[in-house]
């Protein structure tokens, strides 16, 4: 299914089998079904909610709020200030290393996702659900190897991130 490059609204909701959406340019919202889909916003502030299945978001270039919601996703942010919600299951989020700041949101139950290209001291992670209320709170939680640092909230719950320049600082963090 494709958008056009105007403002499209494509929705996608009841459809199990695998789909490719297509939004092009414009400010495109996107919702695919439950099936392994794939879906790509390209230019413009583009809004992908990827409900179920195992699904691979391209965010492309803009400012995108992208959603994986439940499945083991593979969501790709692109260039701009993008907002990242990986849901339930083990997801990739893979952001670009443009200087821009990106916010990824991470809850209780998300399961065990990898941020990959985290830019700290830019992005951002929003941390909910467990309690927490400073960097002071989880700061026990994280372990570094190289370039990767893990947190491990306990219960299926961790966040690997890989590519890192800098050790991640509070300023990082969301609570």
Known sequence: MHGTGEDDHIFHVYVEDAQKLYGFAGNDTIESGS?????FGGLGNDVIIANGGN???????????????????????GDGEDTVFGGAGDDFIYLVDDGDVDF???????????????????????????GFTSFADISGLITYSGDQAMI?????????????EAPLAADDFVF
């Open 35 to 39: 099936g392994n889909d794939t879906v």
């Open 55 to 77: 699904d691979v978001v391209v965010g492309g270039e803009g400012d995108d709020n992208l959603y994986g919601e439940a499945g083991n996703d593979s969501i790709h942010a």
């Open 104 to 130: 990824i949101g991470f809850f209780q139950g998300n399961g065990n996702d990898v941020i990959d290209n985290f830019e700290t001291g830019i992005d951002q992670i929003g941390i909910g659900g467990f």
């Open 152 to 164: 491990d909230f306990g219960n299926g719950d961790t966040i690997i991130f890989t590519g890192l």
